[in-house]
């Protein structure tokens, strides 16, 4: 079977977030979709830590445009995971970012990216990224 494989680019922010008793699913493990929810969580934490949100990247705001994720081990209540973030694959619109997620010890639970494009809300379409994004994070 053919499956999805993540490389993640080296860390540039690391934060811990604890599974929570919403993130778990009826088999007691961290549910697929929660792991979405805890890349945004930890992705919040890395712009906060630049002094940017979602809203004002360098001027500009971002909308997902898509995400891949690749379960490794499970996650249970009360795990605390950390999350590696990079970024990565900057083009004139958008940009990626990349997750490792595991567990304290080191074993890999999961594999995230999401891209993230730059959005224009009040006129509904994508916008160019700022001139000096790449050289912001890198």
Known sequence: MGRLKIKTPGPQFRTTLTVRVDDINYREHLAHDKVLTLCHEARRQFFES??????????KSIIMVDCAVQYINEGHLGDELTFELSTADF???????YYAIKHKKGQEVARAKTTLGFYDYENRK???APENLEAFFT
Do not use: A, H, P, V
């Not at 630049?50 to 001027?59: A, R, V, Y």
């Open 50 to 59: 630049k002094n940017l949100t979602e809203m004002d990247l360098l001027g």
């Open 91 to 97: 083009s004139g619109t958008s940009f990626c970012l």
């Open 126 to 128: 994508i916008q160019r």
